[in-house]
């Protein structure tokens, strides 16, 4: 059985733009949650999405976006980046009904 | 005042000890995970917890849902089992997970 695959896992962006972060969960889970990891602040939980809908959201400001597909992958975008969002971006799908976490490895995001 | 507090910070062992990890937490909940994340990001789940113990291998975790604890034990450790050990607690249900700050382990051979 797959894991949880996230793309792209490394990416270097400049202030100002935007990007798009892809998650494909475990074939199954419909629940994909999204958290961001920094030295700073440790890990903080950005979105959950389940069947489509956006169950729960993070405090973070509206620059960050979300969103989940029929088929359960999940993506997350952040506009006009800033420096302080260089961060690894994490997701992970939660098997059915048993609450257990599979995570990706990630994607690390640099803003220059 | 975090509501995950993990203690310790870092830790440092010799190869073959016995360590244990705690975590404390000021709200009521549904369930508590320990976490693993090695150098390079991926974290894997290691135990979820809603009370008494959990054994896998070397590793063993406890709660105690009335003194709002756990910890995370590891016997005779080895150098593979250097990395990052987070608790993190859900408080009900759908909400979201509540993460500690992460114990930073490194087992010396």
């Known amino acids: 059985k797959a894991g949880v695959t996230q793309t792209p896992r490394y990416l270097i962006k400049t202030r100002g733009q935007q990007v798009t972060l892809s998650c494909s969960p475990i074939?199954?889970?419909?629940?994909v949650s999204w958290y961001q990891q920094t030295p700073g602040q440790g890990l903080q939980f950005l979105f959950e999405?389940?069947?489509?809908?956006?169950?729960n959201k993070g405090n973070f400001p509206g620059r960050f976006s979300g969103r989940q597909f029929s088929n359960s992958r999940s993506e997350m975008n952040v506009s006009t980046l800033e420096l302080g969002d260089s961060a690894l971006y994490l997701c992970?799908?939660?098997?059915?009904?048993?609450?257990?976490?599979?995570f990706g490895e990630g994607s690390r995001l640099t803003v220059l | 005042k975090n509501e995950v507090e993990q203690s310790p910070q870092n830790l440092t062992a010799q190869e073959g000890e016995f360590i244990t990890i705690n975590c404390s937490y000021s709200?009521?909940?549904?369930?508590l995970h320990w976490l693993q994340q090695h150098p390079g990001g991926g974290i894997v789940s290691l135990f979820m917890?809603?009370?008494g113990k959990k054994k896998h291998g070397r590793l063993i975790a406890t709660i105690n849902i009335q003194e709002k604890h756990s910890s995370l034990h590891i016997t005779a450790s080895h150098p593979r089992d250097s990395a990052v050990y987070i608790c993190?607690?859900?408080?009900?249900?759908?909400?979201?997970?509540?993460f500690g700050k992460g114990t930073r382990l490194s087992v010396i051979a």
């Open positions: 993190a607690v859900r408080k009900s249900g759908n909400t979201p997970l509540v």
């Open positions: 999405y389940f069947s489509e809908t956006q169950r």
């Open positions: 074939s199954g889970h419909r629940s």
């Open positions: 917890l809603s009370s």
């Open positions: 709200v009521g909940i549904s369930a």
């Open positions: 992970a799908s939660e098997g059915q009904g048993t609450g257990e976490l599979f």
